[in-house]
C-alpha cells in the first residue's frame, strides 16, 4: 500500500514538472523519444538485418552418405540458399535434404548450379525411384547448368542419367524455376546475368570457361566455373575442371588469390594444376572425396602440387577399409563448413573433427610430404 501511495506521489510531481516546464523543453523531449525509439526501430529492422545479411557467409562442403567420391556444397549468402551439385549417387538426396533443411527455412533454394554432367555430381538432383530427389524436394527460382556434355561414346545418344537430370530439371522449369546455362549467365542473354549480387557486399559471379562453347573430348571441362566474393575475400569453385580448362580459366578471366578453394576433381592426378595455383595461391583447400574409393583420392600428385601453396587442406569422408572398422565409409573431417564473417575473418570448422590432412594417420601411412 505504501509502494503505491509512493509511485502515485513520484507520478503527480513528474506530471507538474512537465506542466512547469517551458513549452520548448517538453516539445524537445517528446522529439527526443521519438526520434530514439524511431532510431530503434530502423536499425532493428533495416541496419541490423542488413548487418546480419553481409555479416556471414558459409560453405558446407558435404558428406555424401556413402563411401563413393562426389560434390555437394551448400551456400548460406545473406538469406539466399545455394546449392552447387548434388552427387555422389541417387541415395545421397536424402542425406543432403536432411542437412541443408537445418539452414532452408521456406522449403526453397533461390540458385541451383549443376557444374557438369557426371553421376557424382547431378545423381542426387535426381533421386531415387521411391525417394525425394533435390528438384523433387526443393522450389527452386534459379538454376544455372552445363552449356555442353558428352553423349554416350561413339554414339550421338545421352545416356540415360543425363536423361533423367535433364528429365527433372525440365519439371521444375514447369513449376516456375528459370534456368539459364552458364554461357547464357556470362553473356548476361534472356535475363540472365554475369554476377548475382546476394547482399551487400556478397557476390556470386559465373566464370568464362573456354569449353562452355568449344568441344572436348573429357566432359570435366564442361564444367561451371563459379567465384563467390565477400568484400575483398574470394572462393572459387571449378567442378571437375581438368589442365586444359584451367588453363584457359587463367587465359580469360581476372583471377586473383582466393581464401578457399575446392579442390577440382576429387583431389585428382589431373586437376588443381599449378598453371591456376600460381595465380589464386589459395589460403584453404577443401577436398569433396571418399579417401579410399576405387579413384585413390586425394592423389599424391594433388598433394605434391597444393602443398605447394598451403597445408590447410581438408577432406570429407573416409572410404579406405583399413580405417572404417569394417563400415562403408566414416567420417574425415566429416561435413566442413567455411564461414567468411565480418567479426571473425575465415574460418573452419568441421562436424568430425578439424585435424590437417597433413596430420591424419591416413596421410602419415599412405602419402609423403613433398619436398620444396
Same mark, same amino acid.
Given at each position: 500500500m505504501a509502494k503505491r501511495s509512493y509511485n502515485k506521489k513520484v507520478a503527480k510531481q513528474t506530471a507538474k514538472a512537465i506542466r512547469r516546464a517551458p513549452k520548448w523543453v517538453v516539445v524537445l523531449a517528446i522529439i527526443l523519444? !521519438?526520434?530514439?525509439?524511431?532510431? #530503434? *526501430? %530502423?536499425?532493428?529492422? /533495416?541496419?541490423?538485418?542488413?548487418?546480419?545479411?553481409?555479416?556471414?557467409?558459409?560453405?558446407?562442403?558435404?558428406?555424401?552418405?556413402?563411401?563413393?567420391?562426389?560434390?555437394?556444397? /551448400?551456400?548460406?549468402?545473406? @538469406?539466399?540458399?545455394?546449392?552447387?551439385?548434388?552427387?555422389?549417387?541417387? $541415395?545421397? $538426396?536424402?542425406?543432403i535434404i536432411e #542437412?541443408?533443411?537445418?539452414?532452408?527455412?521456406?522449403?526453397?533454394?533461390e540458385y541451383v548450379i549443376a557444374t557438369h554432367q557426371d553421376e557424382d555430381h547431378i545423381a542426387g538432383f535426381i533421386g531415387l525411384s521411391n525417394k525425394e530427389g533435390i528438384f523433387d524436394?526443393?522450389?527452386?527460382?534459379?538454376? !544455372?547448368?552445363?552449356?555442353?556434355?558428352?553423349?554416350?561414346?561413339?554414339s550421338t545418344e545421352i545416356t540415360a542419367l543425363l536423361q533423367e537430370y535433364f528429365d527433372v530439371r525440365q519439371q521444375e522449369i514447369n513449376d516456375g524455376a528459370t534456368w539459364y546455362t552458364a554461357l547464357q549467365c556470362y553473356n548476361e542473354e534472356n535475363g540472365a546475368k554475369r554476377v548475382y549480387n546476394l547482399a551487400e557486399s556478397v557476390n556470386m559471379e559465373i566464370l568464362y570457361n573456354y569449353y562452355y562453347d568449344?568441344?572436348?573430348?573429357?566432359?570435366?571441362? /564442361?564444367?561451371?566455373?563459379?567465384? *563467390?566474393?565477400?568484400?575483398?575475400?574470394k572462393?572459387?569453385?571449378?567442378?571437375?575442371? @581438368?589442365?586444359?580448362?584451367?588453363?584457359?580459366?587463367?587465359?580469360?578471366?581476372?583471377?586473383?588469390?582466393?581464401?578457399?578453394?575446392?579442390a577440382g576433381h576429387h583431389g585428382s592426378a589431373t586437376s588443381s594444376n599449378t598453371v591456376?595455383?600460381? %595465380?589464386?595461391?589459395?589460403?584453404?583447400?577443401?577436398?569433396?572425396?571418399?579417401?579410399?574409393?576405387?579413384?585413390?583420392?586425394?592423389?599424391?600428385?594433388?598433394?605434391?602440387?597444393?602443398?605447394?601453396?598451403?597445408?590447410?587442406? /581438408?577432406?570429407?569422408?573416409?572410404a579406405n577399409d583399413e580405417y572404417t572398422n569394417g563400415a562403408d565409409f566414416i567420417a574425415m573431417n566429416g561435413n566442413i563448413v567455411v564461414t567468411?564473417?565480418? @567479426?571473425?575473418?575465415?574460418? %573452419?570448422?568441421?562436424?568430425?573433427?578439424?585435424?590437417?590432412?597433413?596430420?591424419?594417420?591416413?596421410?602419415?601411412?599412405?602419402?609423403?610430404?613433398?619436398? %620444396?
Open positions: 523519444v !521519438i526520434a530514439i525509439a524511431g532510431g #530503434y *526501430f %530502423v536499425y532493428d529492422r /533495416y541496419f541490423k538485418k542488413k548487418q546480419d545479411a553481409v555479416g556471414e557467409l558459409s560453405f558446407h562442403f558435404l558428406m555424401l552418405g556413402n563411401g563413393s567420391s562426389g560434390d555437394s556444397i /551448400y551456400i548460406k549468402a545473406g @538469406e539466399n540458399d545455394i546449392l552447387i551439385d548434388a552427387g555422389s549417387t541417387k $541415395a545421397s $538426396a536424402q542425406t #542437412y541443408v533443411d537445418e539452414y532452408v527455412e521456406d522449403n526453397k533454394l524436394h526443393y522450389k527452386v527460382d534459379t538454376i !544455372i547448368d552445363f552449356p555442353k556434355y558428352n553423349p554416350k561414346q561413339n568449344h568441344a572436348h573430348g573429357d566432359q570435366n571441362n /564442361y564444367s561451371v566455373c563459379v567465384q *563467390f566474393t565477400h568484400g575483398e575475400e572462393f572459387l569453385f571449378t567442378g571437375d575442371l @581438368e589442365e586444359a580448362g584451367e588453363s584457359k580459366l587463367v587465359e580469360y578471366n581476372s583471377l586473383s588469390k582466393v581464401q578457399l578453394f575446392k591456376l595455383l600460381d %595465380v589464386i595461391d589459395p589460403e584453404i583447400c577443401v577436398v569433396s572425396c571418399a579417401i579410399g574409393d576405387k579413384h585413390d583420392f586425394p592423389r599424391q600428385e594433388f598433394i605434391n602440387r597444393i602443398f605447394a601453396y598451403t597445408l590447410n587442406v /581438408y577432406v570429407t569422408t573416409m567468411s564473417s565480418a @567479426e571473425n575473418g575465415i574460418t %573452419v570448422s568441421c562436424s568430425n573433427n578439424s585435424t590437417l590432412l597433413k596430420d591424419t594417420l591416413w596421410f602419415s601411412e599412405n602419402r609423403v610430404m613433398p619436398t %620444396v
